[in-house]
Nanobody, 128 residues
Framework: QVHLVESGGGLVQAGGSLRLSCAAS????????MGWFRQAPGKEREFVAA????????IYADSVKGRFTISRDNAKNTVYLQMNSLKPEDMAVYYC?????????????????????WGQGTQVTVSS
């Protein structure tokens, strides 16, 4: 079992920044690819970003590319999502997810059903 706890959400004005954290416990953190997803009211959960086991490779949804940065600290068992230039359309509940092998090269990393473990989510609200 991997237990994931997100934090760092809150209310921010458009154009502002937030840094989300996701703390993991239970298994060896560096054995898991980590992803961030988000879900707005009435919408399906969507991929935001992912990072490989060592942190060497990252991938982003087009909607956040250039504004969001995913990173991880394996010594602290934590993955981060730095969100800059926030827009009202970024408002959602943000979830972190973990999987030992989400098939990065074939696109499995984008798919919610690929991930074995999920956090409870943290709300991000962006005011215009």
């Amino acid at each position: 079992q991997v237990h994931l706890v997100e934090s760092g959400g809150g209310l921010v004005q458009a154009g502002g920044s937030l840094r989300l954290s996701c703390a993991a416990s239970g298994r060896t953190f560096s054995n898991y690819v980590m992803g961030w997803f988000r879900q707005a009211p009435g919408k399906e959960r969507e991929f935001v970003a992912a990072i490989t086991w060592s942190g060497r490779n990252t991938i982003y949804a087009d909607s956040v590319k250039g504004r969001f940065t995913i990173s991880r600290d394996n010594a602290k068992n934590t993955v981060y999502l730095q969100m800059n230039s926030l827009k009202p359309e970024d408002m959602a509940v943000y979830y972190c997810a973990a999987d030992p092998d989400p098939d990065w090269t074939s696109g499995g990393v984008y798919v919610t059903s690929t991930y074995e473990y999920w956090g409870q989510g943290t709300q991000v609200t962006v005011s215009s």
